[in-house]
C-alpha cells in the first residue's frame, strides 16, 4: 500500500480523499454560520462548543489543517510535475473546445482560495489560537459584550467593505473550484457516479450553494452592522 | 480554396524548431486533410525545398498513426476522426490554419510533424497482453460465458488505437485514457483475470516512468479521441489499482 500512494493514481486518491473531508468541513462550516444570521444565541451556542470542546480542538482541528495543508502541497507538486510533463507548448492550443475553464485552472481557483484562507486565518484563527492557547482564556466572554464574544466578533469583521468584496471574490473561486472538484474526487476514486447526471446535478448545487450561503452571511453581516 | 498554412518545421529532434508560413491553392473541400498535406508536399518538392515530414499509415482512421495538433486541437476541430478522416470542408477559403506535433515530454519530437510515441509501446509492453498457451490445445474464447455488457465495454475499450491523441490535448500531458483503455479491455474479461494485479501495477509504474502527467478529469481526453475511448475506463484503471494495491 505505501507504494500506491507513490504512484500518479494514489496521489490522486490521496488529493480525492481530502477534497472530500474538505468539503464536508465546507457543508458544517456553512451550516454553522449560517445560525449567525437566523439565530445569534444558537450560533454563540454551537460556537463555543466547537472552541471549546476537546474532540473538536484536538482531535478534528488537527486532521482539518493535515488536510488543507496536504491538499494545497500536493495540488502544487502535481500542478509542477504536470508542468514537467507537457513539454514545449502549443503555439495554438484551444482548450475551450473540448473542457471547461474551471476544470482547466484548478490551480488558479486554488491559489485564490489559498490566498483567502490565509486572510480567514488572520481574521478568526490566530485570534482564536491567542485568546484560548496564549491567554488562557476559555470563557468565550468579552468585556462589553452580554453572552458569548462569537456572534460580536463575526459582525465586527465584515464591517469593511474591502474585506467582504476580498471575501466574496474568494467565494466565487471557491465555487469555480467545487464545481470540478466535487465529480472530480468520485471519478479518482475509481467511481463513476460522478459522470452521472444526477450526481453532476448535486456536485452543481453544492458548488453554488456552499459559496453562495458564505456570500449571503458576510454581506449580510456587512449591512446589519 | 486557397489556405495559408502555419507548420512546426523541426530538422531533427535535436535541432530547434520553429513555426513556418505555406500557402496552398485550389485545395479540394473534398481532399482529406492528409491530401492538402500531399499537395503542399509535392508543391515543396517542385520548388526543391524539404517536404514536411507526418506520419501516417493506413488512412482509414484504424493505424493511429496520424498525429497532427491542428488549429489548437488533436486530429482537428472534426470529432470521432483521426487526421486522415479529416476533410477538407471542415475549412473555409482563405482560413489560416496552425499544424503542429503532439507535444508531450514523452512524444518528443523526431522531425516537423513526426513524434515518437514509443513510450506507449513500452507500457503495453510492461502489461498490456494475456498469456494464453498457443501450443494447439488452446481453449475455445467463445466457450467462455461473458456477460454482453462486459464483452461490448472491453469491447469498446479495446477500440483505442494508441494515437495519442488524449496526452496531446491533456493540460498535463497525461496518458490514463489510453492506459486505461488497455487495462479495462483485460479487466473486464475472466482471461484478464489472472495477470490483473500485476498488469495494472506495471502499466501504471510504466506510465510514470515515461513521465506523464497527472489525469485531473478534466475529460478533454475523452472529447478529442477519436474513438470514444469513455472517462469510465480511467475510473476503472483507479479502481483495478487500488484492489491491487491492497
Redesign the interface.
Known amino acids: 500500500m505505501p507504494g500506491f500512494f507513490k504512484s500518479s493514481i494514489g496521489r490522486k486518491v490521496a488529493m480525492a480523499l481530502s477534497a472530500f473531508f474538505l468539503m464536508f468541513f465546507l457543508l458544517q462550516h456553512l451550516a454553522i454560520n449560517i445560525l449567525s444570521v437566523f439565530s445569534p444565541e444558537t450560533f454563540n451556542e454551537v460556537s463555543h462548543f466547537m472552541g471549546t470542546n476537546p474532540v473538536v480542538q484536538f482531535a478534528l482541528q488537527p486532521v482539518l489543517i493535515f488536510a488543507v495543508v496536504f491538499h494545497f502541497v500536493m495540488g502544487f507538486i502535481l500542478e509542477l510535475k504536470n508542468s514537467k510533463a507537457n513539454g514545449v507548448s502549443y503555439a495554438k492550443n484551444n482548450g475551450a473546445a473540448n473542457s471547461t475553464w474551471f476544470s482547466r485552472n484548478m490551480i488558479y481557483s486554488g491559489i485564490t482560495i489559498l490566498a483567502f484562507i490565509v486572510l480567514h486565518f488572520i481574521d478568526f484563527w490566530f485570534p482564536e489560537i491567542n485568546t484560548k492557547f496564549i491567554q488562557g482564556d476559555w470563557s468565550g466572554m468579552l468585556d462589553g459584550v452580554d453572552g458569548f464574544r462569537y456572534h460580536e466578533e463575526l459582525k465586527h469583521k465584515f464591517v469593511s467593505p474591502i474585506r467582504v468584496g476580498a471575501y466574496v471574490l474568494a467565494f466565487v473561486f471557491l465555487g469555480l473550484h467545487l464545481a470540478h472538484g466535487f465529480t472530480s474526487a468520485f471519478q479518482s476514486m475509481g467511481g463513476t457516479v460522478g459522470r452521472k447526471k444526477a450526481a453532476q446535478n448535486i456536485g452543481k448545487a453544492y458548488s453554488i450553494i456552499i459559496p453562495a450561503g458564505f456570500i449571503f452571511i458576510a454581506l449580510y453581516h456587512h449591512f446589519n452592522h | 480554396m486557397n489556405l495559408t498554412l502555419?507548420i512546426?518545421r523541426q530538422k531533427d529532434s535535436n535541432a530547434k524548431g520553429q513555426?513556418v508560413d505555406y500557402k496552398v491553392t485550389e485545395i479540394s473541400e473534398h481532399m482529406s486533410f492528409l491530401e492538402m498535406m500531399d499537395v503542399l508536399n509535392e508543391q515543396l518538392v517542385n520548388a526543391g525545398e524539404e517536404p514536411v515530414a507526418f506520419d501516417h499509415d493506413c488512412r482509414e482512421g484504424i493505424c493511429g498513426m496520424c498525429s497532427m495538433?491542428i488549429?489548437?486541437?488533436a486530429h482537428g476541430?472534426d470529432r470521432g476522426v483521426t487526421t486522415c478522416q479529416l476533410h477538407m470542408r471542415m475549412f473555409k477559403d482563405g482560413d489560416t490554419i496552425?499544424i503542429?506535433p503532439f507535444?508531450?515530454?514523452?512524444?518528443?519530437?523526431i522531425k516537423d510533424l513526426v513524434v515518437d510515441r514509443s513510450a506507449f509501446d513500452r507500457i503495453q509492453h510492461s502489461g498490456g497482453y494475456i498469456s494464453v498457451n498457443t501450443s494447439g490445445n488452446t481453449q475455445d474464447a467463445n466457450a467462455i460465458p461473458i456477460a454482453k455488457q462486459a464483452a461490448d465495454q472491453a469491447m469498446d475499450a479495446a477500440t483505442c488505437i494508441g494515437c495519442g491523441a488524449c496526452v496531446a490535448?491533456c493540460?498535463?500531458?497525461?496518458a490514463?485514457l489510453f492506459v486505461g483503455a488497455k487495462v479495462s479491455q483485460y479487466a473486464l474479461l475472466p482471461q484478464g483475470q489472472v495477470e490483473a494485479a500485476d498488469r495494472v501495477k506495471n502499466m501504471?509504474?510504466q506510465?510514470?516512468l515515461e513521465?506523464?502527467?497527472?489525469?485531473?478529469?478534466?475529460?478533454?481526453c475523452e472529447?478529442?479521441c477519436p474513438k470514444g475511448i469513455s472517462?469510465?475506463n480511467?475510473?476503472?484503471?483507479?479502481?483495478e489499482?487500488?484492489k491491487a494495491?491492497?
Not at chain 2, 507535444?103 to 519530437?109: E, G, K, L
Not at chain 2, 513521465?211 to 478533454?220: R, V
Request: glycine share 8%; hydrophobic share 40%.
Open positions: 502555419k512546426w513555426m495538433y488549429n489548437g486541437e476541430p496552425t503542429e507535444r508531450a515530454a514523452a512524444f518528443p519530437v490535448t493540460k498535463n500531458s497525461s490514463m501504471v509504474a506510465m510514470d513521465g506523464f502527467g497527472n489525469c485531473t478529469n478534466t475529460g478533454a472529447v478529442e472517462l469510465d480511467i475510473a476503472r484503471m483507479n479502481r489499482l487500488m494495491s491492497i
